[in-house]
């Protein structure tokens, strides 16, 4: 019902989605990437950080930061979701663009990037990044 979904909706929190934070952990240690932190205090609050390399990772769920392949519109209340999905997107965009000119590199994975079919390259992209900062520095 929408009572029910409402409060299953209010439930979701904006940081500690164990599923795509705990999947990207077991990514980093499988291809042994170390270095990173997390709840590291920075404008964004990314989900992982490099902070040596100056790089910040979030890791963007597909729904809530409106992935073209897989966010999928409710049913119900659509001027709100969309409203609030666009919102998301305009925010995500503002801080890549602000800590970008900080310095920083800023690495969004799609929720979906993180399935094991895609490791190869994540594996690449991230690394890649990495090669950059290290040869920045």
């Not at 940081?15 to 240690?29: A, D, M, P, R, Y």
Request: contains cysteine; charged residues 35%.
């Amino acid at each position: 019902t929408k009572t029910e979904r409402s409060k299953i909706m209010a439930k979701v929190k904006r940081e500690g989605n164990l599923s795509t934070e705990n999947e990207f952990i077991l990514f980093l240690k499988r291809n042994k990437i170390g270095g990173w932190r997390r709840k590291y205090p920075l404008l964004g609050n990314p989900d992982f950080v490099f902070a040596r390399l100056k790089i910040a990772v979030f890791i963007d769920g597909c729904f809530w930061h409106g992935c073209p392949d897989h966010c999928r519109m409710p049913a119900t209340n659509i001027s709100y979701w969309k409203k609030k999905i666009s919102g998301n997107i305009k925010r995500d965009k503002r801080t890549t663009s602000i800590l970008k000119k900080s310095g920083w590199t800023v690495l969004r994975i799609w929720e979906h990037e993180l399935k094991k079919r895609n490791e190869k390259k994540l594996v690449c992209k991230l690394l890649k990044r990495i090669q950059t900062a290290k040869s920045a520095l």
